[in-house]
């Protein structure tokens, strides 16, 4: 039987029928709308970029406050240590590339030159996950969050939506000390409704909730975890949906409730299954209250070059693939 919703998960419901009519927009372009709203209330904040400003969508940052903006090349290293630099001046700094650019080839200058020092630099990475589409595997980053994760200091974000991704780039320059933020380049559904939604670094969201399974996603991956709660209903399954927009400091409490109360998780990511959200999720299960969790992600694999919603479906990256998942778990607690 479908449980009736918590008042909680009422409410997100509610704020999800109101943004339905909201046309879809990418993460990114999020990034960039956030970055100049932030320029008007804080002189201090600065927004650098690895020669890539029209792709992350900084540009619109630079055409508003280009005394702010500095293009440092495609140089992406050096771009990190200068916005460790910069931080120690008393800036609030963005530093803007794709996220394999960002979190791969600058890892060793943001381990040493921000995370050792704790330094307020945010690290604002679009184009994750293989729905960047044609550009294919070399641009398509998988292993970002599990690289990020292992740097003391760092918090880690991967908003759902528009309305998500604008509030964690405020709370990011709010919160004194690194962030990485991570942004998509396909137009994905808006989920909340800006009005109500509170958005809380290392917070997760009940979105509706369930006794037999949960779900736990991030990113887009959200929507598809909603679409695979209506798919498991038509079953008679009632699922919990629980949305992980931070990575790291990740919400324990939440996700060791849902291992109690439902007895199955799945969690949803378009990452690599190792390193990302699934593997921060079972450390927290393993630690408090041992369950069966079954991850859909990619598995151990490269993307490759094709059309974004076609990639989603051959990695498995679906709500029907949630759902099927979602079913082994529950056969999984009922051995």
Aim: glycine share 8%; hydrophobic share 45%.
């Amino acid at each position: 039987m479908i449980l009736t919703p918590a008042p909680q998960a009422q409410k997100r419901k509610d704020d999800i029928r109101m943004s339905e009519m909201k046309k879809p927009i990418a993460t990114r372009e999020s990034y960039g709308n956030a970055l100049t709203e932030l320029g008007a209330v804080n002189e201090n904040v600065l927004v650098l970029d690895a020669d890539l400003s029209k792709s992350t969508k900084t540009e619109v940052f630079l055409k508003k406050y280009p005394e702010r903006f500095i293009n440092a090349g495609i140089a992406e290293g050096n771009m990190m240590s200068v916005a460790a630099g910069l931080a120690t001046c008393g800036k609030v700094v963005f530093a803007s590339s794709f996220a394999m650019f960002a979190a791969g080839r600058a890892f060793e200058q943001i381990r040493n030159s921000i995370g050792y020092p704790n330094l307020n630099v945010k690290i604002g990475a679009t184009h994750a996950g293989v729905s960047v589409g044609e550009d294919g595997a070399t641009h398509q980053c998988l292993e970002d969050i599990g690289i990020m994760r292992t740097i003391p200091n760092m918090v880690i974000i991967n908003p759902a939506d528009d309305v998500e991704a604008r509030l964690a780039v405020k709370a990011a320059a709010e919160h004194n000390g690194p962030v990485y933020l991570r942004f998509g380049r396909l137009p994905v559904p808006v989920i909340y409704d800006e009005a109500t939604y509170k958005f809380e670094i290392g917070k997760g969201v009940l979105l509706a909730d369930g006794s037999d399974v949960t779900l736990i996603g991030t990113g887009l991956m959200i929507g598809a975890a909603l679409e695979a709660r209506e798919l498991l209903a038509a079953d008679g399954i009632s699922a919990r949906v629980i949305n992980i927009h931070t990575i790291k400091p990740i919400d324990a409490d939440i996700i060791t409730k849902a291992a109690k109360e439902t007895g199955a998780i799945v969690t949803a990511e378009e990452h690599n299954v190792l390193g990302g959200l699934g593997s921060a999720v079972c450390e927290v299960v393993a630690a408090n209250h041992p369950v069966p969790v079954t991850r859909i992600g990619t598995q151990d694999v490269f993307g490759r070059s094709g059309k974004p919603n076609e990639l989603l479906k051959m990695y498995g990256l679906t709500a029907e693939d949630i759902a099927k998942q979602a079913k082994a778990a529950i056969a999984m607690k009922n051995k």
